[in-house]
């Protein structure tokens, strides 16, 4: 999903082909690397959105001794399109590192609408957290039993604070407009 939204985003800006995409992604930070991106999944989710009717060709550049290329553009479909997308990315997400495409694109998107969203995740999280919390952990077990449980416990604490904190702070940028 991520992947069309970079795309949908990107074809908002101006028309587009495929490996310009791409080599946009990797510079300055080879992104596409980072996330395991090849030129191949990127032509195939460009397929996708012809084939959804979100994007379409709009010139073929041919080139001596080189393969045409297709540049695409968005379609009005596409436009509508590009925000429920972030929103579903924004709703499905289990941690802002999956959130990073869709906090990219943000201006097509009503902040009031994401805000609600993270705070309902927030909520979530933080009522997963005090159920996690009252969890009688008195029972009495083995030495070898005990510390695995300590690890475990300082791990899930740690972990559900960080989430709760950068939650927070993440919805307190989109609300100042600093994101």
Do not use: C
Request: hydrophobic share 35%.
């Amino acid at each position: 999903m991520s992947i069309q939204i970079f795309i949908l985003s990107k074809l908002m800006e101006d028309n587009n082909y495929p490996y310009k995409l791409k080599k946009q992604l990797s510079e300055p930070i080879p992104l596409d690397q980072l996330s395991g991106l090849t030129e191949s999944k990127l032509y195939y989710h460009f397929d996708t959105l012809a084939k959804q009717g979100l994007i379409e060709t709009v010139e073929i550049i041919k080139e001596e001794h080189r393969p045409d290329k297709q540049v695409f553009g968005i379609t009005a479909k596409g436009r509508e399109e590009l925000p429920k997308k972030i929103y579903k990315e924004f709703e499905k997400s289990t941690g802002i590192g999956e959130m990073v495409v869709a906090i990219a694109n943000i201006k097509y998107v009503d902040r009031g609408k994401v805000i609600t969203i993270l705070e309902k995740k927030l909520d979530a999280i933080k009522a997963r957290w005090e159920q996690i919390s009252s969890i009688d952990a008195e029972k009495h077990v083995g030495e070898a039993q005990q510390n695995i449980r300590e690890f475990m416990e300082g791990y899930v604490s740690t972990r559900m604070e960080h989430t709760i904190h950068w939650l927070e702070e993440l919805i307190r940028r989109v609300e100042r407009k600093e994101i």
